[in-house]
T-cell receptor
Framework: TQTVSQSDAHVTVFEGDSVELRCNYS??????LSWYIQHHGHGLQFLLK??????VVQGVNGFEAEFSKSDSSFHLRKASVHWSDSAVYFC??????????FGTGTSLLVDP | EAAVTQSPRSKVAVTGGKVTLSCHQT?????MYWYRQDTGHGLRLIHY???????EKGDIPDGYKASRPSQENFSLILELASLSQTAVYFC??????????????FGEGSRLIVV
């Protein structure tokens, strides 16, 4: 069974701040990790993914995430946030098949 | 241009009534999914399909049926709607899974309120 945990339900930062959204997973085999963003009232949109290779992966709009096998983590980061980054962010894990399991999401609020 | 479209976008249904949520994709993807979103639960998989005329149960299939009459279309059916099925429902599509994993493309969601 694969599980994913997003410990922070809400994060608030000021525009221009850096931010890290945390994601921890549990699964024993090879996994595929990804992040999605959901703006209010819309569907989820893909941000980035990791399967193998360089543990730091780059996504759209300056987002990046780092995979750590030792910590079972895949945290999302951005160096300087913009008010338009306010959204809910979902981490997801897959065991390389069709099925993604999503975390409960982290709501990011960027104060202008 | 939206590649996954859902209808209706919003619906109020009566308890015990039948509800059909429809999804159409133009991505030429094999896989299609139905998720429901509830506050505090994230997204949970209800049903999915990897080929036309075949559907599979997800993590929370009870109270739901699914239909995949063609590659492009995937419906979620609530035969007897209940209050607990009030939620936002998302359809998604993806190409075949592989070593790089699946990337899901989501519709805008269908908000269902059962009264």
């Amino acid at each position: 069974t694969q599980t994913v945990s997003q410990s922070d339900a809400h994060v608030t930062v000021f525009e221009g701040d850096s931010v890290e959204l945390r994601c921890n997973y549990s699964y024993g085999g090879s996994i595929y990790l990804s992040w999605y963003i959901q703006h209010h009232g819309h569907g989820l949109q893909f941000l980035l993914k990791y399967y193998s290779g360089n543990p730091v992966v780059q996504g759209v709009n300056g987002f990046e995430a780092e995979f750590s096998k030792s910590d079972s983590s895949f945290h999302l980061r951005k160096a300087s946030v913009h008010w338009s980054d306010s959204a809910v962010y979902f981490c997801a894990v897959s065991n390389m098949g069709y099925k993604l399991t999503f975390g409960t999401g982290t709501s990011l609020l960027v104060d202008p | 241009e939206a590649a996954v479209t859902q209808s209706p976008r919003s619906k109020v249904a009566v308890t015990g009534g039948k509800v059909t949520l429809s999804c159409h994709q133009t991505n030429n993807h094999d896989y299609m999914y139905w998720y429901r979103q509830d506050t505090g639960h994230g997204l949970r998989l209800i049903h999915y399909s990897y080929v036309a005329d075949s559907t599979e149960k997800g993590d929370i299939p009870d109270g739901y049926k699914a239909s995949r009459p063609s590659q492009e279309n995937f419906s979620l059916i609530l035969e007897l709607a209940s209050l607990s099925q009030t939620a936002v429902y998302f359809c998604a599509s993806s190409d075949r899974g592989g070593n790089s994993g699946n990337t899901l493309y989501f519709g805008e969601g269908s908000r269902l309120i059962v009264v």
